[in-house]
């Protein structure tokens, strides 16, 4: 039996994790509050990294405006607030890599092309 003590206490699974998901798999974007910024996103993959939950999506608008070039940013999962998913649709990004080396071993769901 594993005791959990005060130096590695057990990864919490945020209550956004469903709606995550969800908008991966209906490829539909989200909007949430991420340090302060109001941003939608459209979420290409969740995954773990040092028993934390993270999502790598391309940013479509930060505080209402749209980004000066496409980009795929890295998002801790309990970073984001007031998430809720948008009736905006999102395709797949050429910018994504699912065969990415981040990836391995470590992808929860991911958004399949086409």
Do not use: W
């Amino acid at each position: 039996m594993t005791t959990l003590t005060a130096e590695r206490p057990a990864a919490a699974v945020p209550t956004t994790t469903p709606i995550i998901f969800e908008a991966i798999v209906r490829k539909m974007c989200i909007a949430a509050t991420y340090n302060k910024v109001e941003m939608t996103l459209a979420p290409h993959v969740i995954y773990t990294k040092h028993d934390e939950l993270f999502i790598d999506a391309e940013v479509l608008a930060r505080d209402g405006k749209p980004p000066k070039e496409p980009k795929i940013g890295t998002f801790k999962l309990v970073g984001l607030t007031g998430v809720r998913i948008t009736p905006r649709a999102f395709t797949v990004s050429s910018l994504f890599d699912q065969g990415s080396f981040k990836y391995a071993d470590t992808t929860l769901m991911a958004v399949e092309a086409g």
